[in-house]
Protein backbone atom coordinates (compact mmCIF):
# COMPACT_ATOMS: atom_id res chain seq x y z
CA UNK A 1 0.00 0.00 0.00
CA UNK A 2 2.83 2.23 0.98
CA UNK A 3 6.35 1.75 -0.43
CA UNK A 4 9.07 4.50 0.38
CA UNK A 5 12.58 4.02 -1.34
CA UNK A 6 15.56 5.42 -0.38
CA UNK A 7 13.94 8.59 1.11
CA UNK A 8 16.68 11.41 1.67
CA UNK A 9 15.69 14.48 3.72
CA UNK A 10 17.84 17.49 5.11
CA UNK A 11 17.52 20.35 7.30
CA UNK A 12 19.80 22.93 6.06
CA UNK A 13 23.27 21.18 7.04
CA UNK A 14 21.64 18.35 8.95
CA UNK A 15 20.79 14.94 6.87
CA UNK A 16 17.70 13.84 8.81
CA UNK A 17 16.77 10.98 6.51
CA UNK A 18 19.62 8.86 4.93
CA UNK A 19 18.13 6.98 2.68
CA UNK A 20 15.44 4.63 4.47
CA UNK A 21 12.94 2.36 2.88
CA UNK A 22 9.70 0.64 4.40
CA UNK A 23 6.58 -0.59 3.03
CA UNK A 24 3.05 -1.30 4.62
CA UNK A 25 1.20 -3.87 2.98
CA UNK A 26 -2.67 -3.03 3.47
CA UNK A 27 -4.68 -3.81 7.04
CA UNK A 28 -1.29 -3.79 8.71
CA UNK A 29 0.04 -1.77 11.47
CA UNK A 30 3.51 -1.05 11.40
CA UNK A 31 5.58 0.31 14.13
CA UNK A 32 8.50 2.86 13.41
CA UNK A 33 10.42 2.73 16.52
CA UNK A 34 13.68 4.62 17.77
CA UNK A 35 15.48 6.83 20.29
CA UNK A 36 14.59 10.99 20.52
CA UNK A 37 16.04 12.57 17.00
CA UNK A 38 16.36 9.59 14.95
CA UNK A 39 14.00 10.76 12.51
CA UNK A 40 10.75 9.21 12.71
CA UNK A 41 9.20 12.93 13.00
CA UNK A 42 11.18 13.72 9.59
CA UNK A 43 9.46 10.47 8.38
CA UNK A 44 6.18 10.89 8.86
CA UNK A 45 6.37 15.06 7.92
CA UNK A 46 7.85 13.91 4.35
CA UNK A 47 4.66 11.24 3.79
CA UNK A 48 3.11 14.04 4.62
CA UNK A 49 3.84 16.64 2.40
CA UNK A 50 5.12 18.87 4.81
CA UNK A 51 9.13 18.23 4.12
CA UNK A 52 10.41 18.25 0.94
CA UNK A 53 12.37 14.49 0.16
CA UNK A 54 15.95 15.30 -2.34
CA UNK A 55 15.83 12.02 -3.10
CA UNK A 56 13.52 9.27 -2.97
CA UNK A 57 10.33 7.72 -3.20
CA UNK A 58 6.88 7.40 -2.05
CA UNK A 59 4.54 5.16 -3.45
CA UNK A 60 1.06 5.22 -2.10
CA UNK A 61 -1.26 2.50 -4.38
CA UNK A 62 1.17 2.28 -6.83
CA UNK A 63 1.00 6.45 -7.18
CA UNK A 64 4.13 8.51 -6.77
CA UNK A 65 3.38 10.84 -4.21
CA UNK A 66 6.55 12.16 -3.40
CA UNK A 67 6.77 15.92 -2.12
CA UNK A 68 2.76 16.04 -3.35
CA UNK A 69 1.41 19.52 -1.42
CA UNK A 70 -0.26 18.24 2.29
CA UNK A 71 -3.87 19.11 1.21
CA UNK A 72 -3.34 16.52 -1.73
CA UNK A 73 -1.70 13.63 0.11
CA UNK A 74 -5.09 14.23 2.64
CA UNK A 75 -7.15 13.91 0.05
CA UNK A 76 -5.60 10.44 -1.53
CA UNK A 77 -6.57 8.95 2.50
CA UNK A 78 -3.22 9.54 4.47
CA UNK A 79 -3.62 11.41 7.73
CA UNK A 80 -1.31 12.25 10.51
CA UNK A 81 -1.89 12.73 13.73
CA UNK A 82 1.27 15.07 14.53
CA UNK A 83 3.42 14.67 17.62
CA UNK A 84 2.42 16.79 20.78
CA UNK A 85 -1.36 16.49 19.66
CA UNK A 86 -0.96 20.27 18.17
CA UNK A 87 -4.94 20.66 18.97
CA UNK A 88 -6.36 23.90 17.93
CA UNK A 89 -6.48 25.63 21.36
CA UNK A 90 -8.61 28.55 20.68
CA UNK A 91 -11.01 26.28 18.81
CA UNK A 92 -13.85 24.06 20.51
CA UNK A 93 -13.69 20.56 20.27
CA UNK A 94 -16.47 20.15 17.78
CA UNK A 95 -14.39 23.05 15.25
CA UNK A 96 -11.39 20.92 15.56
CA UNK A 97 -13.44 18.27 14.44
CA UNK A 98 -14.83 19.86 11.78
CA UNK A 99 -11.07 20.80 10.77
CA UNK A 100 -10.35 16.78 10.73
CA UNK A 101 -13.32 16.68 8.46
CA UNK A 102 -12.24 19.74 5.91
CA UNK A 103 -11.59 17.84 2.89
CA UNK A 104 -14.79 16.34 3.36
CA UNK A 105 -17.91 18.17 1.48
CA UNK A 106 -20.95 15.83 2.47
CA UNK A 107 -22.62 17.39 5.61
CA UNK A 108 -24.50 14.63 6.32
CA UNK A 109 -21.19 12.76 6.43
CA UNK A 110 -18.68 14.91 8.87
CA UNK A 111 -22.23 14.42 11.41
CA UNK A 112 -22.38 10.93 11.12
CA UNK A 113 -18.21 10.85 11.48
CA UNK A 114 -18.91 13.70 14.47
CA UNK A 115 -21.17 10.83 16.17
CA UNK A 116 -19.50 8.34 15.43
CA UNK A 117 -16.40 10.08 17.38
CA UNK A 118 -18.59 10.77 20.49
CA UNK A 119 -19.49 7.09 20.80
CA UNK A 120 -16.06 6.06 20.00
CA UNK A 121 -14.55 8.97 23.09
CA UNK A 122 -17.71 9.95 24.88
CA UNK A 123 -15.39 12.52 26.63
CA UNK A 124 -15.38 14.33 23.24
CA UNK A 125 -18.92 14.31 23.09
CA UNK A 126 -19.58 16.00 27.50
CA UNK A 127 -16.54 18.30 25.99
CA UNK A 128 -18.19 19.15 22.70
CA UNK A 129 -18.42 22.98 23.38
CA UNK A 130 -14.93 23.65 25.10
CA UNK A 131 -11.97 25.28 23.68
CA UNK A 132 -9.60 22.26 22.77
CA UNK A 133 -6.88 24.08 25.02
CA UNK A 134 -8.80 23.55 28.45
CA UNK A 135 -8.75 19.29 27.57
CA UNK A 136 -6.65 17.71 29.64
CA UNK A 137 -3.49 16.08 28.07
CA UNK A 138 -5.16 12.27 27.43
CA UNK A 139 -8.31 14.27 26.33
CA UNK A 140 -6.30 15.92 24.25
CA UNK A 141 -4.72 13.04 22.21
CA UNK A 142 -8.01 11.57 22.23
CA UNK A 143 -9.13 14.34 20.51
CA UNK A 144 -6.33 14.25 18.25
CA UNK A 145 -6.95 11.19 17.38
CA UNK A 146 -10.83 11.56 16.70
CA UNK A 147 -9.95 14.75 14.32
CA UNK A 148 -7.51 12.50 12.25
CA UNK A 149 -10.31 9.63 11.77
CA UNK A 150 -13.02 12.74 10.55
CA UNK A 151 -11.41 12.10 7.09
CA UNK A 152 -12.09 8.30 7.38
CA UNK A 153 -8.37 7.83 6.16
CA UNK A 154 -7.21 4.59 4.86
CA UNK A 155 -3.51 4.96 6.18
CA UNK A 156 -3.33 6.85 9.89
CA UNK A 157 0.24 8.18 10.83
CA UNK A 158 0.09 8.39 14.41
CA UNK A 159 3.20 9.93 16.03
CA UNK A 160 4.16 9.17 19.66
CA UNK A 161 0.55 8.51 20.73
CA UNK A 162 1.65 7.28 24.03
CA UNK A 163 3.85 10.71 24.41
CA UNK A 164 2.77 12.03 28.54
CA UNK A 165 0.31 10.26 29.18
CA UNK A 166 -0.38 8.25 32.44
CA UNK A 167 -0.25 4.27 31.94
CA UNK A 168 -3.93 4.07 32.33
CA UNK A 169 -4.37 6.21 29.56
CA UNK A 170 -1.37 5.10 27.12
CA UNK A 171 -3.39 1.36 27.38
CA UNK A 172 -6.37 2.95 26.33
CA UNK A 173 -4.43 4.60 23.30
CA UNK A 174 -3.36 1.79 22.32
CA UNK A 175 -6.54 -0.22 22.08
CA UNK A 176 -7.99 2.20 20.31
CA UNK A 177 -5.23 1.81 17.74
CA UNK A 178 -5.91 -1.85 17.61
CA UNK A 179 -10.13 -0.94 17.18
CA UNK A 180 -9.22 1.24 14.40
CA UNK A 181 -7.09 -0.79 12.73
CA UNK A 182 -9.62 -3.72 13.34
CA UNK A 183 -11.92 -1.61 11.12
CA UNK A 184 -9.12 -1.14 8.13
CA UNK A 185 -7.28 2.04 8.29
CA UNK A 186 -4.31 0.74 7.79
CA UNK A 187 -1.86 2.46 10.56
CA UNK A 188 1.95 3.67 10.80
CA UNK A 189 2.63 4.18 14.67
CA UNK A 190 6.07 6.07 15.94
CA UNK A 191 6.56 5.02 19.29
CA UNK A 192 9.55 5.62 21.73
CA UNK A 193 7.42 3.33 23.87
CA UNK A 194 8.37 0.06 22.13
CA UNK A 195 7.12 -2.48 23.97
CA UNK A 196 3.59 -1.60 23.79
CA UNK A 197 3.67 -1.10 19.92
CA UNK A 198 5.89 -3.92 19.32
CA UNK A 199 2.73 -5.63 20.90
CA UNK A 200 -0.29 -4.28 18.74
CA UNK A 201 2.17 -4.20 15.63
CA UNK A 202 2.18 -6.56 13.09
CA UNK A 203 5.57 -6.06 11.63
CA UNK A 204 8.49 -3.31 12.70
CA UNK A 205 10.88 -1.11 11.77
CA UNK A 206 14.20 0.21 13.82
CA UNK A 207 15.14 3.75 12.93
CA UNK A 208 18.64 5.41 14.55
CA UNK A 209 20.15 8.26 12.97
CA UNK A 210 17.90 8.83 10.04
CA UNK A 211 19.01 4.77 8.83
CA UNK A 212 16.98 1.57 9.62
CA UNK A 213 18.86 -0.58 11.32
CA UNK A 214 16.61 -3.61 11.59
CA UNK A 215 13.32 -4.77 10.48
CA UNK A 216 10.98 -7.67 11.11
CA UNK A 217 7.67 -9.18 12.47
CA UNK A 218 7.01 -7.17 15.51
CA UNK A 219 7.45 -10.41 17.63
CA UNK A 220 10.73 -10.73 16.26
CA UNK A 221 11.68 -7.67 17.03
CA UNK A 222 10.28 -7.95 20.17
CA UNK A 223 12.94 -10.90 21.02
CA UNK A 224 15.62 -9.35 19.14
CA UNK A 225 18.82 -8.79 21.78
CA UNK A 226 19.84 -5.41 20.31
CA UNK A 227 16.43 -4.16 20.54
CA UNK A 228 15.99 -5.56 24.26
CA UNK A 229 18.81 -3.72 25.15
CA UNK A 230 18.42 -0.40 23.59
CA UNK A 231 14.88 0.26 23.64
CA UNK A 232 13.22 -2.34 26.28
CA UNK A 233 16.22 -2.69 28.65
CA UNK A 234 14.96 -0.90 31.19
CA UNK A 235 11.58 -2.86 31.68
CA UNK B 1 7.74 22.52 6.60
CA UNK B 2 6.12 25.91 7.06
CA UNK B 3 8.89 27.89 10.04
CA UNK B 4 6.74 27.45 13.21
CA UNK B 5 6.54 31.72 13.88
CA UNK B 6 4.82 31.63 16.85
CA UNK B 7 4.72 35.22 18.33
CA UNK B 8 5.72 36.24 21.75
CA UNK B 9 2.63 35.27 23.69
CA UNK B 10 2.65 38.52 25.68
CA UNK B 11 4.30 41.58 23.75
CA UNK B 12 7.60 41.84 25.80
CA UNK B 13 6.91 44.72 28.23
CA UNK B 14 9.19 48.00 28.61
CA UNK B 15 11.93 48.16 30.36
CA UNK B 16 11.13 51.51 32.04
CA UNK B 17 10.74 50.49 35.56
CA UNK B 18 7.54 50.15 36.71
CA UNK B 19 7.01 53.02 39.20
CA UNK B 20 8.55 55.36 36.55
CA UNK B 21 5.75 54.14 33.86
CA UNK B 22 3.25 54.65 36.82
CA UNK B 23 4.62 58.73 37.72
CA UNK B 24 4.26 58.96 33.53
CA UNK B 25 0.95 57.63 33.23
CA UNK B 26 -0.63 59.29 36.32
CA UNK B 27 0.81 62.59 35.12
CA UNK B 28 -0.85 62.30 31.88
CA UNK B 29 -3.74 61.33 33.14
CA UNK B 30 -3.80 64.29 35.50
CA UNK B 31 -3.28 66.48 32.36
CA UNK B 32 -5.74 64.62 30.54
CA UNK B 33 -8.82 65.04 33.07
CA UNK B 34 -7.80 68.34 34.14
CA UNK B 35 -7.92 69.53 30.55
CA UNK B 36 -11.19 67.94 30.26
CA UNK B 37 -12.49 69.46 33.35
CA UNK B 38 -11.20 72.91 32.32
CA UNK B 39 -12.92 72.72 28.82
CA UNK B 40 -15.90 70.92 29.81
CA UNK B 41 -16.73 72.56 33.19
CA UNK B 42 -15.41 75.50 33.77
CA UNK B 43 -14.70 77.00 30.25
CA UNK B 44 -18.12 75.13 29.40
CA UNK B 45 -18.16 77.67 25.41
CA UNK B 46 -19.70 74.34 23.65
CA UNK B 47 -23.24 73.94 23.01
CA UNK B 48 -24.45 69.79 23.25
CA UNK B 49 -24.79 69.74 19.32
CA UNK B 50 -21.56 70.61 19.14
CA UNK B 51 -20.68 67.55 20.72
CA UNK B 52 -22.94 65.91 19.42
CA UNK B 53 -21.71 66.43 15.58
CA UNK B 54 -18.40 65.51 17.07
CA UNK B 55 -19.53 62.09 18.23
CA UNK B 56 -21.15 61.68 14.79
CA UNK B 57 -18.49 62.75 12.73
CA UNK B 58 -15.75 60.26 15.43
CA UNK B 59 -18.67 57.35 14.55
CA UNK B 60 -18.12 57.55 10.82
CA UNK B 61 -14.43 58.07 11.10
CA UNK B 62 -13.88 54.97 13.12
CA UNK B 63 -16.30 52.65 10.90
CA UNK B 64 -14.21 53.51 8.07
CA UNK B 65 -10.41 52.79 10.17
CA UNK B 66 -12.48 50.21 11.66
CA UNK B 67 -12.88 48.18 8.05
CA UNK B 68 -9.19 49.14 7.11
CA UNK B 69 -8.18 48.20 10.64
CA UNK B 70 -9.57 44.54 10.09
CA UNK B 71 -7.49 43.91 6.71
CA UNK B 72 -4.25 44.85 9.47
CA UNK B 73 -5.28 42.15 12.07
CA UNK B 74 -6.47 39.18 9.59
CA UNK B 75 -2.89 39.36 7.43
CA UNK B 76 -1.11 40.25 11.14
CA UNK B 77 -2.90 36.80 12.59
CA UNK B 78 -1.90 34.82 9.61
CA UNK B 79 1.46 35.49 8.84
CA UNK B 80 2.44 38.08 11.98
CA UNK B 81 3.36 40.52 9.35
CA UNK B 82 2.20 44.53 9.38
CA UNK B 83 0.84 44.69 5.93
CA UNK B 84 2.23 48.20 5.30
CA UNK B 85 1.16 48.50 1.68
CA UNK B 86 -2.93 47.82 3.10
CA UNK B 87 -3.48 51.75 3.01
CA UNK B 88 -2.49 51.91 -0.79
CA UNK B 89 -5.21 48.64 -1.42
CA UNK B 90 -7.45 51.37 -0.02
CA UNK B 91 -6.33 53.93 -2.15
CA UNK B 92 -6.83 51.25 -5.11
CA UNK B 93 -10.47 51.14 -4.18
CA UNK B 94 -11.24 54.99 -3.56
CA UNK B 95 -9.68 55.25 -7.35
CA UNK B 96 -11.93 52.18 -8.69
CA UNK B 97 -15.03 54.04 -7.24
CA UNK B 98 -13.88 57.42 -8.46
CA UNK B 99 -13.82 56.31 -11.57
CA UNK B 100 -17.39 54.13 -11.44
CA UNK B 101 -19.05 57.27 -10.88
CA UNK B 102 -17.76 59.38 -13.24
CA UNK B 103 -18.70 56.79 -15.73
CA UNK B 104 -21.93 56.91 -14.69
CA UNK B 105 -21.85 60.77 -14.60
CA UNK B 106 -21.06 60.72 -17.79
CA UNK B 107 -23.35 58.79 -19.28
CA UNK B 108 -26.33 61.46 -19.79
CA UNK B 109 -29.76 60.64 -21.30
CA UNK B 110 -32.90 63.11 -21.44
CA UNK B 111 -35.29 61.87 -19.10
CA UNK B 112 -39.11 61.37 -19.36
CA UNK B 113 -39.50 64.67 -17.90
CA UNK B 114 -37.51 66.31 -21.00
CA UNK B 115 -34.74 66.95 -18.46
CA UNK B 116 -31.37 66.17 -19.50
CA UNK B 117 -29.85 63.47 -16.23
CA UNK B 118 -26.74 61.21 -15.54
CA UNK B 119 -26.78 58.01 -15.17
CA UNK B 120 -25.64 58.31 -11.63
CA UNK B 121 -28.56 60.58 -10.71
CA UNK B 122 -31.24 58.88 -12.12
CA UNK B 123 -30.33 55.21 -10.98
CA UNK B 124 -28.63 56.09 -7.86
CA UNK B 125 -28.92 53.01 -5.98
CA UNK B 126 -27.37 51.26 -9.05
CA UNK B 127 -24.58 53.24 -9.16
CA UNK B 128 -23.15 53.68 -5.52
CA UNK B 129 -23.13 49.48 -6.07
CA UNK B 130 -21.81 49.67 -9.01
CA UNK B 131 -19.04 51.77 -7.01
CA UNK B 132 -18.73 49.45 -4.20
CA UNK B 133 -18.57 46.57 -5.81
CA UNK B 134 -16.02 47.64 -8.51
CA UNK B 135 -14.15 49.40 -5.57
CA UNK B 136 -14.06 46.23 -3.47
CA UNK B 137 -13.28 43.84 -6.37
CA UNK B 138 -10.40 45.69 -7.61
CA UNK B 139 -9.40 46.43 -4.08
CA UNK B 140 -9.42 42.50 -3.04
CA UNK B 141 -7.41 41.74 -6.63
CA UNK B 142 -4.76 44.27 -5.53
CA UNK B 143 -4.61 42.71 -2.48
CA UNK B 144 -4.40 39.45 -3.81
CA UNK B 145 -1.53 40.31 -6.19
CA UNK B 146 0.10 42.20 -3.84
CA UNK B 147 0.20 38.73 -1.87
CA UNK B 148 1.38 36.70 -4.04
CA UNK B 149 4.07 39.07 -5.85
CA UNK B 150 5.41 41.08 -2.50
CA UNK B 151 5.08 38.65 0.22
CA UNK B 152 4.87 34.89 -0.66
CA UNK B 153 8.45 34.54 -2.25
CA UNK B 154 9.51 36.05 1.29
CA UNK B 155 7.51 33.46 3.42
CA UNK B 156 10.76 32.02 4.65
CA UNK B 157 12.60 34.99 5.00
CA UNK B 158 13.80 36.42 8.57
CA UNK B 159 10.64 38.27 9.86
CA UNK B 160 11.88 41.79 8.74
CA UNK B 161 12.57 41.02 4.84
CA UNK B 162 8.59 40.70 3.97
CA UNK B 163 8.39 44.17 6.20
CA UNK B 164 10.59 45.89 3.81
CA UNK B 165 9.07 44.00 1.10
CA UNK B 166 5.59 45.76 2.15
CA UNK B 167 6.97 49.33 2.66
CA UNK B 168 8.65 49.08 -1.02
CA UNK B 169 5.08 48.26 -2.52
CA UNK B 170 3.51 50.61 -0.78
CA UNK B 171 5.58 53.58 -2.19
CA UNK B 172 5.81 51.44 -5.26
CA UNK B 173 1.72 51.20 -5.43
CA UNK B 174 1.45 55.37 -4.70
CA UNK B 175 4.11 56.16 -7.37
CA UNK B 176 1.99 53.81 -9.48
CA UNK B 177 -0.78 55.59 -9.21
CA UNK B 178 0.82 59.20 -9.50
CA UNK B 179 2.09 57.47 -12.92
CA UNK B 180 -1.47 56.32 -14.05
CA UNK B 181 -3.91 59.13 -12.51
CA UNK B 182 -1.63 62.53 -12.83
CA UNK B 183 -0.75 63.73 -9.05
CA UNK B 184 -4.05 65.58 -9.16
CA UNK B 185 -6.77 66.30 -6.15
CA UNK B 186 -9.31 64.78 -8.12
CA UNK B 187 -13.25 65.47 -6.64
CA UNK B 188 -15.70 62.24 -6.39
CA UNK B 189 -18.61 62.98 -7.87
CA UNK B 190 -21.59 61.92 -5.53
CA UNK B 191 -25.12 61.08 -7.10
CA UNK B 192 -27.22 63.89 -5.85
CA UNK B 193 -28.68 61.55 -4.00
CA UNK B 194 -25.73 61.66 -1.02
CA UNK B 195 -24.30 64.62 -2.09
CA UNK B 196 -21.81 65.94 0.24
CA UNK B 197 -22.91 67.99 2.62
CA UNK B 198 -26.70 67.25 2.50
CA UNK B 199 -28.16 64.87 5.14
CA UNK B 200 -31.15 65.36 7.72
CA UNK B 201 -31.62 68.11 10.02
CA UNK B 202 -31.93 67.21 13.82
CA UNK B 203 -32.40 69.61 16.25
CA UNK B 204 -30.17 68.98 19.70
CA UNK B 205 -30.77 71.37 22.77
CA UNK B 206 -32.55 73.85 20.29
CA UNK B 207 -29.63 73.69 18.21
CA UNK B 208 -30.37 72.56 14.61
CA UNK B 209 -27.38 70.11 12.95
CA UNK B 210 -27.63 67.97 10.03
CA UNK B 211 -26.60 64.07 9.96
CA UNK B 212 -25.19 63.19 6.32
CA UNK B 213 -26.27 61.18 4.18
CA UNK B 214 -22.61 60.08 3.31
CA UNK B 215 -22.25 59.24 7.29
CA UNK B 216 -25.00 57.41 7.59
CA UNK B 217 -24.26 55.37 4.75
CA UNK B 218 -20.45 55.09 5.60
CA UNK B 219 -21.60 53.91 9.09
CA UNK B 220 -24.10 51.20 8.31
CA UNK B 221 -22.67 49.75 5.58
CA UNK B 222 -19.35 49.72 7.91
CA UNK B 223 -21.58 47.59 10.85
CA UNK B 224 -22.93 45.67 8.40
CA UNK B 225 -19.40 44.38 7.08
CA UNK B 226 -17.87 44.14 10.49
CA UNK B 227 -20.74 41.87 11.62
CA UNK B 228 -20.91 40.02 8.14
CA UNK B 229 -17.11 39.58 8.84
CA UNK B 230 -16.79 38.63 12.26
CA UNK B 231 -19.40 36.13 11.65
CA UNK B 232 -17.74 33.94 8.56
CA UNK B 233 -14.63 34.15 10.63
CA UNK B 234 -16.71 32.62 13.34
CA UNK B 235 -18.66 29.97 11.55
CA UNK B 236 -18.26 29.53 8.08
CA UNK B 237 -15.98 26.79 6.79
CA UNK B 238 -13.11 29.78 5.20
CA UNK B 239 -13.31 31.51 8.18
CA UNK B 240 -12.62 28.32 10.26
CA UNK B 241 -9.42 27.57 8.22
CA UNK B 242 -8.56 30.85 8.54
CA UNK B 243 -8.30 30.52 12.50
CA UNK B 244 -6.35 26.98 12.30
CA UNK B 245 -3.64 28.81 9.75
CA UNK B 246 -3.40 31.54 11.93
CA UNK B 247 -2.74 29.24 15.00
CA UNK B 248 -0.64 26.44 13.28
CA UNK B 249 0.25 26.01 9.65
CA UNK B 250 1.54 23.05 9.37
CA UNK B 251 -1.14 21.09 11.56
CA UNK B 252 -3.99 23.16 8.99
CA UNK B 253 -1.99 21.64 6.41
CA UNK B 254 -2.21 18.13 7.71
CA UNK B 255 -6.29 18.49 8.39
CA UNK B 256 -6.10 18.77 4.36
CA UNK B 257 -6.36 22.68 4.75
CA UNK B 258 -4.91 24.41 1.24
CA UNK B 259 -2.23 26.77 3.55
CA UNK B 260 -1.63 29.12 0.66
CA UNK B 261 -5.01 29.12 -0.45
CA UNK B 262 -6.66 30.58 2.90
CA UNK B 263 -3.47 33.36 2.92
CA UNK B 264 -4.54 34.49 -0.52
CA UNK B 265 -8.13 34.56 0.57
CA UNK B 266 -7.05 36.62 3.62
CA UNK B 267 -5.74 39.17 1.46
CA UNK B 268 -8.93 39.21 -0.77
CA UNK B 269 -11.04 39.88 2.48
CA UNK B 270 -8.87 42.60 3.64
CA UNK B 271 -8.89 43.94 0.49
CA UNK B 272 -13.05 43.78 -0.18
CA UNK B 273 -12.86 45.50 3.13
CA UNK B 274 -10.08 48.63 2.31
CA UNK B 275 -11.89 48.57 -0.81
CA UNK B 276 -15.49 49.61 0.76
CA UNK B 277 -13.75 51.48 3.03
CA UNK B 278 -12.15 53.52 -0.05
CA UNK B 279 -15.30 53.86 -1.69
CA UNK B 280 -16.87 55.42 1.96
CA UNK B 281 -13.88 57.52 2.33
CA UNK B 282 -14.80 58.85 -1.40
CA UNK B 283 -18.11 60.17 -0.84
CA UNK B 284 -17.67 61.38 2.54
CA UNK B 285 -14.76 63.87 2.47
CA UNK B 286 -15.02 63.93 -1.50
CA UNK B 287 -11.60 63.53 -2.56
CA UNK B 288 -9.34 61.04 -4.06
CA UNK B 289 -5.55 61.14 -4.36
CA UNK B 290 -2.24 58.95 -4.74
CA UNK B 291 -1.60 59.21 -1.38
CA UNK B 292 -5.03 58.81 0.11
CA UNK B 293 -4.58 55.80 1.50
CA UNK B 294 -1.41 56.89 3.25
CA UNK B 295 -3.22 58.81 6.74
CA UNK B 296 -6.11 56.53 6.95
CA UNK B 297 -3.66 53.54 6.62
CA UNK B 298 -1.23 54.76 9.53
CA UNK B 299 -4.49 55.82 11.63
CA UNK B 300 -5.91 51.83 10.60
CA UNK B 301 -2.49 50.40 11.57
CA UNK B 302 -2.83 52.64 15.07
CA UNK B 303 -6.52 50.88 15.71
CA UNK B 304 -5.47 47.60 15.28
CA UNK B 305 -2.86 47.92 17.47
CA UNK B 306 -4.88 49.93 20.52
CA UNK B 307 -7.36 46.92 19.45
CA UNK B 308 -4.50 44.60 20.13
CA UNK B 309 -3.34 43.36 16.71
CA UNK B 310 -4.37 39.79 16.06
CA UNK B 311 -7.69 40.06 17.49
CA UNK B 312 -11.22 41.30 15.36
CA UNK B 313 -13.34 42.74 17.70
CA UNK B 314 -9.87 44.42 19.10
CA UNK B 315 -9.50 46.01 15.59
CA UNK B 316 -13.37 47.12 15.68
CA UNK B 317 -13.28 48.67 18.46
CA UNK B 318 -9.74 50.30 18.11
CA UNK B 319 -11.14 51.79 14.75
CA UNK B 320 -13.96 53.13 16.68
CA UNK B 321 -11.85 54.71 19.51
CA UNK B 322 -9.47 56.04 17.28
CA UNK B 323 -12.42 58.09 15.76
CA UNK B 324 -14.28 59.04 18.36
CA UNK B 325 -10.35 60.36 19.82
CA UNK B 326 -9.46 61.96 16.63
CA UNK B 327 -13.04 63.79 16.29
CA UNK B 328 -14.00 64.92 19.97
CA UNK B 329 -10.29 65.00 21.63
CA UNK B 330 -8.88 67.97 20.24
CA UNK B 331 -12.14 69.75 21.46
CA UNK B 332 -12.73 68.14 24.51
CA UNK B 333 -8.57 68.55 25.76
CA UNK B 334 -8.85 72.33 24.06
CA UNK B 335 -6.10 72.07 21.59
CA UNK B 336 -6.44 72.91 17.79
CA UNK B 337 -8.24 70.44 15.85
CA UNK B 338 -5.26 70.63 13.50
CA UNK B 339 -3.83 68.36 16.27
CA UNK B 340 -6.25 65.46 15.94
CA UNK B 341 -3.52 63.43 13.83
CA UNK B 342 -0.62 64.16 16.71
CA UNK B 343 -3.49 63.47 19.21
CA UNK B 344 -4.07 59.81 17.67
CA UNK B 345 -0.10 59.14 17.62
CA UNK B 346 0.32 60.11 21.56
CA UNK B 347 -2.66 57.59 22.34
CA UNK B 348 -0.77 55.09 19.99
CA UNK B 349 2.84 55.53 21.86
CA UNK B 350 0.71 55.73 25.54
CA UNK B 351 -0.94 52.07 24.86
CA UNK B 352 2.39 50.90 23.48
CA UNK B 353 4.08 52.01 26.80
CA UNK B 354 1.65 50.97 29.37
CA UNK B 355 -0.14 48.35 27.65
CA UNK B 356 1.59 46.77 24.48
CA UNK B 357 -0.83 43.85 23.35
CA UNK B 358 -3.81 46.46 23.17
CA UNK B 359 -6.68 46.57 24.51
CA UNK B 360 -8.04 43.18 24.21
CA UNK B 361 -5.07 41.55 22.91
CA UNK B 362 -4.08 40.21 26.33
CA UNK B 363 -7.29 38.63 27.43
CA UNK B 364 -7.88 36.82 24.34
CA UNK B 365 -4.30 36.40 22.83
CA UNK B 366 -4.85 32.96 22.47
CA UNK B 367 -7.81 33.81 19.68
CA UNK B 368 -5.25 34.88 17.52
CA UNK B 369 -8.11 35.67 14.70
N1 LIG C 1 12.95 21.91 12.11
C1 LIG C 1 14.15 21.33 12.23
N2 LIG C 1 15.28 22.03 11.91
C2 LIG C 1 16.50 21.46 12.02
N3 LIG C 1 16.71 20.21 12.42
C3 LIG C 1 15.65 19.46 12.77
C4 LIG C 1 14.32 19.98 12.69
N4 LIG C 1 13.46 19.02 13.07
C5 LIG C 1 14.22 17.96 13.39
N5 LIG C 1 15.53 18.21 13.21
C6 LIG C 1 16.63 17.27 13.42
O1 LIG C 1 16.43 16.14 12.62
C7 LIG C 1 16.71 14.96 13.35
C8 LIG C 1 15.49 14.08 13.39
O2 LIG C 1 14.46 14.70 14.13
P1 LIG C 1 13.02 14.08 14.33
O3 LIG C 1 12.54 13.58 13.02
O4 LIG C 1 12.18 15.08 15.00
O5 LIG C 1 13.32 12.88 15.31
P2 LIG C 1 12.33 11.97 16.14
O6 LIG C 1 10.93 12.28 15.73
O7 LIG C 1 12.74 10.58 15.81
O8 LIG C 1 12.57 12.28 17.58
C9 LIG C 1 17.20 15.40 14.72
O9 LIG C 1 18.59 15.42 14.69
C10 LIG C 1 16.65 16.78 14.86
O10 LIG C 1 17.50 17.57 15.65
MG1 LIG D 1 9.45 12.93 16.86
Not at chain 1, 155 to 182: A, C, K, R, Y
Not at chain 2, 7 to 24: C, D, E, G, N
Request: aromatic share 8%; net charge positive.
Amino acid sequence: MLKVTDLNVHYGAIHALQGVSFNLQEGEIVTLIGANGAGKSTLLNTISGLLPAVKGKVEYLDEDITNLEPQKIVRKGIVQVPEGRKIFAAMSVMENLEMGAFTVTDKKLIADKVEEMFAKFPILGKRSKQLGGTLSGGEQQMLAIARGLMASPKLLLLDEPSMGLSPVLVEQIFDTIQSINNSGTSVILVEQNAQMALVIAHRAYVLETGKIVLEGDAQEVLQNPMVIEAYLGVS
Amino acid sequence: MENEIRPPRRYKRSKLPKLVRWIFGLIVLSYFFWRLYTVIIVQNEYTPDIWVRLLISGLVIGGVYSLIAIGYTLVYGILRMINFAHGEVMMIGTFAGYFVFEATNAIRFTSSTGEITSLSNAQPFLSILLAFIVGMTVAATSGFLLEKIAYRPLRKAPRLIPLISAIGASIFLQNLAQLLFSPLVRDYKNPDLIARGQGWAITVAGARLTIPYTGVLTFSLSIILMFALYTMVRKSKLGKSMRAVAADKSTAALMGIDVNGVISQTFIISGMLAGAAGVMWGLHNGLVYYYVGFLPGIKAFTSAVLGGIGNIPGAMLGGMLLGMIESIGPTALGISYQLKDVLAFVILIIILIFRPSGILGEVLSEEKV
